[in-house]
């Protein structure tokens, strides 16, 4: 089986700071990796899918790249409303999340 | 309004059984694979069940002859049938729906917000 490693497992960050989450699969992937946002007693919220593909209505500031076994989640500009958990994700596995929280 | 709405939850003791039911609308729930993913407290998430638009299914291994998933197209619902119950399955558990039409590609666009099943006794 894949498994996804994220990295790291929580960041603190201030509004307005660029934020990378990285996340690394056992083996390639190709570019099937999509990253999801999770708030606190919430659902999570589907964001990129394919790597870098933005799902409609989620802000540009979000971006993702990466291939094979290597991907970034990259926040432009960190908002208040960005502060949750991010996982990243490979067909049946989720990675084990990236907290971030407020410097 | 499209919209995934689960229900069934709630405390079992272990060897129990449950169904979860998720009702869909505002979309043609027919033309859409559809899955559970449970999250346990504090913990990450973990996909369980899939099903297909001829009923295919699929199961994680740790689900695999303890839980049956289906689908009834004309009433837009999906159920998570699960047997024989354990604590580690306390999870809540959420529907999903896949991106686009047609077979399964584990692109989650759509979450319900969940429902909790407690196994304890």
């Known amino acids: 089986d894949i498994e996804m490693t994220q990295s790291p497992s929580s960041l603190s960050a201030s509004v307005g700071d660029r934020v990378t989450i990285t996340c690394r699969a056992s083996q390639n992937i190709d570019n099937d990796l999509n990253w999801y946002q999770q708030k606190s007693g919430k659902a999570p919220k589907f964001l990129i899918y394919?790597?870098?593909t933005l799902q409609s209505g989620v802000p540009s500031r979000f971006s993702g790249s990466g291939s094979g076994t290597d991907f970034t989640l990259t926040i432009g500009s960190l908002q208040p409303e960005d502060f949750a958990t991010y996982y990243c994700?490979?067909?049946?596995?989720f990675g084990g999340g990236t907290k971030v929280e407020i410097k | 309004e499209v919209q995934l709405v689960e229900s069934g939850g709630m405390l079992v003791q272990p060897g129990g059984s449950l169904t979860l039911s998720c009702a869909a609308s505002g979309f043609t729930f027919r033309s859409y694979a559809m899955s559970w993913v449970r999250q346990t407290a504090g913990k990450g998430l973990e996909w369980v069940s899939g099903i297909g638009l001829s009923d295919s299914t699929y199961y994680a291994d740790s689900v695999k002859g303890r839980f049956t998933v289906s689908r009834d197209n004309s009433k837009n619902m999906m159920y998570l049938h699960m047997n024989s119950l354990r604590a580690e399955d306390t999870a809540v558990f959420y529907c999903?729906?896949?991106?686009?039409?047609?077979?399964?590609?584990?692109?989650?666009?759509?979450w319900g917000r969940g429902t909790l099943v407690t196994v304890s006794s």
């Open positions: 394919r790597t870098s």
């Open positions: 994700q490979h067909a049946v596995t």
């Open positions: 999903v729906k896949e991106l686009s039409a047609g077979f399964i590609r584990w692109h989650f666009d759509l």
